[in-house]
């Protein structure tokens, strides 16, 4: 079973849309990251959430930790073709448990 | 300000050989993890290493997979007898804490195996 549950697995969107990625799981985490990953390369960090509601932003990119630190989401808006790549939850349950990676998105954005 | 490096990018081993993957971490890191990547699939943790301790190894196979990080030296992961089903990319992360305390995971660009 997966412990980090990514949705869409796929999604190819039109330069300039808006879109949200969710990151779900019954598990509560310590804290969450979210990292991009292009081909022939490794994840790339974007942001690490800590607390439960907690909202980062990062330019067009908008992180989210649920209240109950299970789940998050990604928002971009207003999308470019350089957004194009896999986008990667992780999280840590607590102590020294492994950060654990969902399978990820993988985002198109078509000019 | 280099980061972390593995090597090789590409490795292409007939099945019955052994693979060894080499990872350094970034300067003042001293946690390195190993992960595996198959196509459409997440990172999947394998092993967690201080230097010259194996800290968690609870995602790696029993058999034929072995992992260190000398006092001195890259960290290895090490294949025996290679399979087709360990043909894959192979990360290796690095961090100053372990990610208990919410350190984030530097990358490598990761190794590809392929088995014949």
């Known amino acids: 079973t997966q412990l980090l549950e990514q949705s869409p697995q796929f999604l190819s969107i039109q330069e300039g849309e808006n879109l949200t990625v969710y990151c779900n799981s019954s598990?509560?985490?310590?804290?969450l990251q979210w990292y991009r990953q292009e081909p022939g390369e490794g994840p790339v960090l974007l942001v690490t959430?800590?607390?439960?509601?907690e909202v980062k932003k990062l330019k067009r990119l908008t992180f989210q930790f649920g209240d109950a630190r299970k789940d998050s989401s990604l928002h971009i808006t207003a999308a470019q073709p350089g957004d194009t790549g896999l986008y990667l939850c992780?999280?840590?349950?607590?102590?020294?448990?492994?950060?654990?990676f969902g399978k990820g998105t993988r985002l198109s954005v078509i000019a | 300000n280099a980061g972390v490096m593995q090597n090789p990018r590409h490795l292409v081993r007939r099945r019955g050989q052994e693979a060894r993957l080499r990872c350094s971490p970034m300067?003042?890191?001293?946690?390195v993890y190993w992960y595996r990547q198959l196509p459409e699939e997440g990172l999947k943790f394998m092993v967690y290493?201080?230097?010259?301790?194996?800290?968690?190894e609870s995602g790696m196979p029993k058999e034929r997979f072995s992992a260190e990080f000398p006092k001195e030296g890259p960290s290895i992961l090490r294949i025996q007898q290679v399979v087709r089903g360990d043909s894959a990319a192979y990360f290796c992360?690095?961090?100053?804490?372990?990610?208990?305390?919410?350190?984030?995971?530097?990358f490598g660009n990761g190794t590809r195996l392929t088995v014949t």
């Open positions: 598990s509560v985490f310590s804290s």
């Open positions: 959430v800590v607390t439960g509601g």
């Open positions: 992360a690095s961090s100053p804490l372990s990610t208990g305390g919410n350190s984030p995971l530097h």
């Open positions: 300067k003042g890191h001293s946690h």
């Open positions: 290493l201080q230097k010259e301790n194996i800290i968690d």
């Open positions: 992780a999280g840590v349950e607590s102590g020294n448990t492994p950060l654990v």
